[in-house]
């Protein structure tokens, strides 16, 4: 199993930043994909950043030119630096953790996706609050 735990929510301000970490007890596998989706309330579940083990990463449209996802395989820590925030920004976010390679509810993925299906594991999330 992966264990995943966020940090570094909080409340900020419209146009500030602020960094989010997960610490993950172990890597799903050689060849993975981690990331963050988010939800508001009433609203679905969103992609907002993946990033597969080489560093290869993937972008919501909304967050794309703010947010930047990163990682640091010697800590197993993924970060997601987001500036520019925006009171639309305001959701739990989760760190999500899966395979690159299988098949998930039916579906074959040979890469990583914003498909929140294709994650087999989630942290309890961190919230995000911009007003």
């Known amino acids: 199993d992966v264990q995943l735990v966020e940090s570094g929510g909080g409340s900020v301000q419209a146009g500030e930043s602020l960094n989010l970490s997960c610490a993950a007890s172990?890597?799903?596998?050689?060849?993975?994909?981690m990331g963050w989706f988010r939800q508001a309330p009433g609203k679905e579940r969103e992609g907002v950043a993946v990033?597969?083990?080489?560093?290869?990463?993937w972008y919501g449209n909304s967050v794309t030119g703010r947010f930047t996802i990163s990682q640091d395989h010697a800590k197993k820590t993924l970060s997601l630096e987001m500036n520019s925030l925006k009171p639309e920004d305001t959701a739990m976010y989760y760190c999500v953790a899966g395979q690159k390679i299988g098949r998930y509810g039916g579906v074959y993925y040979s890469d990583c996706s914003l498909s929140p299906g294709r994650f087999d594991y989630w942290g309890q999330g961190t919230q995000v609050t911009v007003s």
């Open positions: 172990r890597k799903p596998s050689s060849s993975y994909c």
């Open positions: 990033i597969d083990q080489v560093g290869i990463t």
